[in-house]
């Protein structure tokens, strides 16, 4: 059997900090991307925040909007990174409004009738000083597999601060040993499926 095509992967980081300013969310999407990058998966990075986002639940919200764009690159990719920080116990609205306009992916189907997105794996990084990380994982899971993308086993990574406090992820001097391990265990997993995703994808509905 010949070898499989090389595997792609995005990073839509959901920050609502603009750039330059440092990103404790774009540090862990960036982990996640090298961690995938051993397993020979190329990678690049959306700041979601930086480009004209319209609201809505359409592909293309008309001019100036820049999600056409980027859902390109998502549709391009096999594997989608999607990371968000915590405010308030929940995803960021940069985040909410990303699932928001993925929802059109529900009308978007190929001949067979299986929407553009089957076959593409999803993971989430969550990042906060507060909680949160499990119910925003749980939500990022429910909403991504809705519009059809694949969950890998132990897709999700995240770093919960200390609580009432003022410690982001980019403020520590190293990754803490669980988040490092659950990074690695991620990007096997993803990697893995989105291989045999694409060697084999799923039928058309019955």
């Given at each position: 059997?010949?070898?499989?095509?090389?595997?792609?992967?995005?990073?839509?980081?959901?920050?609502?900090?603009?750039?330059?300013?440092?990103?404790?969310?774009?540090?862990?999407?960036?982990?996640?991307?090298?961690?995938?990058?051993?397993?020979?998966?190329?990678?690049?990075?959306?700041?979601?925040?930086?480009?004209?986002?319209?609201?809505?639940?359409?592909?293309?919200?008309?001019?100036?909007?820049?999600?056409?764009?980027?859902?390109?690159?998502?549709?391009?990719?096999?594997?989608?990174?999607?990371?968000?920080?915590?405010?308030?116990?929940?995803?960021?609205?940069?985040?909410?409004?990303?699932?928001?306009?993925?929802?059109?992916e529900l009308s978007e189907t190929d001949d067979e009738g299986r929407m553009e997105t089957y076959g593409k794996v999803a993971v989430t990084a969550v990042v906060g000083n507060e909680d949160g990380g499990h119910a925003i994982t749980a939500s990022l899971f429910q909403g991504l597999n809705d519009v059809g993308f694949t969950i890998p086993a132990?897709?999700?990574?995240?770093?919960?601060?200390?609580?009432?406090?003022?410690?982001?992820?980019?403020?520590?001097?190293?990754?803490?040993?669980?988040?490092?391990?659950?990074?690695?265990?991620?990007?096997?997993?993803?990697?893995?499926?989105?291989?045999?995703?694409?060697?084999?994808?799923?039928?058309?509905?019955?």
């Amino acid at each position: 059997m010949s070898n499989p095509a090389p595997l792609s992967a995005l990073a839509l980081n959901c920050t609502l900090t603009p750039s330059p300013d440092e990103s404790s969310t774009e540090i862990m999407a960036d982990q996640v991307l090298e961690a995938l990058g051993k397993h020979g998966v190329t990678g690049q990075s959306v700041r979601v925040v930086d480009l004209d986002v319209k609201p809505g639940v359409q592909k293309d919200m008309g001019a100036g909007d820049a999600w056409p764009g980027i859902r390109e690159q998502v549709l391009a990719a096999d594997i989608l990174v999607f990371a968000t920080p915590t405010w308030m116990g929940n995803m960021s609205s940069i985040a909410q409004r990303v699932l928001e306009r993925l929802d059109a992916e529900l009308s978007e189907t190929d001949d067979e009738g299986r929407m553009e997105t089957y076959g593409k794996v999803a993971v989430t990084a969550v990042v906060g000083n507060e909680d949160g990380g499990h119910a925003i994982t749980a939500s990022l899971f429910q909403g991504l597999n809705d519009v059809g993308f694949t969950i890998p086993a132990n897709g999700g990574v995240y770093w919960n601060g200390e609580a009432m406090t003022t410690t982001d992820y980019k403020d520590l001097d190293e990754t803490p040993a669980a988040v490092a391990s659950t990074l690695q265990k991620l990007a096997t997993n993803a990697a893995h499926l989105a291989t045999l995703l694409k060697q084999q994808g799923f039928p058309p509905p019955a």
